[in-house]
């Protein structure tokens, strides 16, 4: 009996540290315009629950209500805190459908930064692009009559509250349409509106995340 109670405890201690010691998992997921970043919320609100059934899986960053395209969610609470805080420099990538005609010109002021009402709004990435080739929004976005609109490709190094929309507006070309395609190294690929795609991180990948997330000394607004 006490040899079947030894054996017993070894195999509970062992189980219990293999949970313990399990790989973390992402999920990437194309947002939908209109749902919330979150997996409750009072109707008719829709939230993440209507899409990703998965318990545990807490998102990587926020996207706003009206932006679409992609979210990382991850099961593992380090990752969350990697893939989210500005001081290890994911870059985000945007496709921003604005209001008017922008020239190269006009973007500068993105490229140096911008403080808005006492937010300092770091340096961007920005120039103007074709359409992408991307699904119809659901619904559409307004537009005025006689009034162009423009593509243009934003890439972030932060991610304050509607930065993007607040950045284009300060400049004289308000955002209509604001899709993240890609977050470090993960991209949307073939994702359509309300897909995911689960992935298994491998000890390696998890090294090279670690690698690439040295964290650079935090910024001080002047």
Do not use: C
Request: no cysteine; proline share 8%; net charge positive.
């Amino acid at each position: 009996m006490k040899w079947l109670l030894t054996i017993t405890k070894k195999f509970i201690i062992n189980f219990h540290n293999q949970r313990n010691h399990k790989m973390p998992q992402l999920i990437l997921f194309n947002k939908p315009y209109g749902v919330l970043t979150q997996f409750t919320g009072e109707l008719p609100e829709q939230t993440l629950s209507a899409f990703i059934k998965f318990p545990g899986f807490y998102a990587a960053g926020r996207l706003d209500k009206q932006s679409e395209g992609l979210l990382i969610l991850t099961d593992d609470g380090k990752l969350q805190h990697r893939l989210t805080h500005p001081k290890f420099e994911k870059k985000k990538h945007y496709w921003v459908q604005v209001e008017g005609v922008p020239t190269d010109k006009d973007l500068q002021p993105l490229r140096k930064g911008l403080v808005i009402k006492d937010i300092t709004f770091l340096p961007a990435e920005a120039k103007l692009i074709s359409e992408p080739k991307i699904w119809p929004r659901i619904p559409p976005i307004r537009e005025r009559k006689h009034i162009p609109t423009t593509w243009l490709g934003i890439i972030l190094r932060e991610g304050k509250n509607h930065q993007i929309r607040k950045m284009t507006a300060a400049i004289g070309f308000p955002t209509l349409r604001l899709i993240r395609y890609q977050i470090g190294d993960w991209h949307l690929d073939q994702l359509q509106p309300g897909e995911y795609k689960l992935i298994n991180l491998t000890n390696d990948k998890l090294n090279e995340l670690t690698r690439k997330s040295n964290p650079r000394p935090e910024s001080r607004a002047k």
